[in-house]
């Protein structure tokens, strides 16, 4: 699901199953990846069966009889959702994806997007942004804290690299539903939750652009705890570590154009590193897009690059490749 045609393609396959049956996809799916899907399907009106018997030959052949799609897409999205994930959290995105509705707490927060929530948490203290921002997916606390003035950001991220523990007592009043997981009886005095580590993921997902001014503000207070945390983080030019497998490995993923938008802003030697592990066409393919492709907007080129960075700890901790840690022996 990670281009716009296999969005197309899952969400025409799931209509194709019937609800009970996509219902049990969708279990297995993380919020993000429901609400792509989810509005995805929503928006479909008509598709040929052509193209339906084409997605279902590629799916599964044992399906091709499968071809009838809903009539009512709105109907479809909320029984599907209400199936696979109960009422309760249904609801928040069911909204979300027909309405546009808007929701609150601490676990609805994860099926929010990042400018939902940091308008939601504006006017929390830093210290508390901190406690609930570890509990989201780190991709979706950078999100969020893109989202907040260079002030409060900085402020945010050197208390989540400070973060120890977190108190049950101190997050009752946030959420009681976190409050039950974090207490979980009188035995358990704190949750592991923040940490240098936990800083330098959500930091990576941050984007070049922003990573630096962050960085700096937490080695003005603590210089120590700024270099902890960049031994922590792995950049794009990181990919430069990686054994020539591992980056075989990466390349099998990578669609073209991702990889031509995301070293528009490498090095020179990432680049020769990326050309030297492709087939020979392909390289020369990859050296001609280089130079024919016009000026690309950083921003974009940092959201290639992120992909990129998600796929590579994807295969991390599937155990595919291994990421050399910063100053240690540890793998990241």
């Keep these: ?116 929530v940091a308008e939601l948490l504006r006017n929390e203290h830093p210290q508390i942004l901190a406690a609930i921002l570890v509990h989201l997916d780190f991709e979706q606390s950078a999100g969020v804290l893109k989202n907040f003035t260079e002030r409060m950001r900085n402020e945010v991220m050197l208390r989540i690299a400070t973060l120890e523990g977190i108190q049950p007592a101190a997050l009752k009043d946030l959420n009681e539903v976190l409050y039950k997981v974090l207490a979980g009886g009188d035995k358990i ?55 020539n497998k591992a980056i075989q490995l990466v390349l099998k993923e990578v669609s073209s154009d991702t990889l031509v938008i995301a070293l528009k802003g490498a090095s020179a030697e990432l680049k020769e590193k990326i050309l030297t592990n492709m087939s020979s066409r392909a390289a020369e393919s990859l050296r001609e897009d280089l130079e024919t492709r016009g000026p690309v907007r950083l921003s974009e080129v940092e959201a290639q690059q992120k992909d990129i960075l998600k796929l590579v700890r994807r295969l991390s901790d599937e155990g595919q490749i291994m990421l050399a840690g910063g100053g240690d022996d540890s793998f990241v």
Excluded at 74 to 92: E, I, P, T
Excluded at 203 to 225: H, K, P, Q, Y
Aim: no cysteine; proline share 1%; charged share 30%.
């Design 189 to 243: 005095r704190k949750s592991s939750l923040g940490g240098v580590k936990a800083a330098a993921e959500i930091i990576n997902l941050m984007g070049t652009s922003l990573e630096a001014s962050v960085i700096d503000s937490i080695r003005e207070n603590d210089g120590d705890l700024a270099q902890k945390i960049m031994d922590k983080m792995f950049t794009f030019e990181d990919l430069l570590k990686l054994d």
């Design 1 to 116: 699901m990670d281009t716009e045609q296999g969005l197309q393609d899952a969400a025409i396959f799931l209509m194709s199953l019937g609800e009970e049956e996509a219902a049990e996809v969708f279990k297995h799916l993380s919020p993000k990846e429901v609400q792509r899907l989810g509005e995805t399907i929503a928006r479909m009106r008509a598709v040929t069966k052509e193209k339906v018997d084409q997605v279902i030959e590629k799916f599964t052949h044992e399906a091709a009889s499968q071809s009838l799609l809903v009539s009512d897409t709105d109907n479809y999205v909320r029984s599907v959702l209400r199936r696979a994930l109960g009422d309760d959290k249904a609801s928040l995105l069911i909204d979300r994806i027909l309405q546009g509705g808007d929701v609150s707490g601490i676990e609805s927060l994860k099926w929010m997007d990042p400018a939902s």
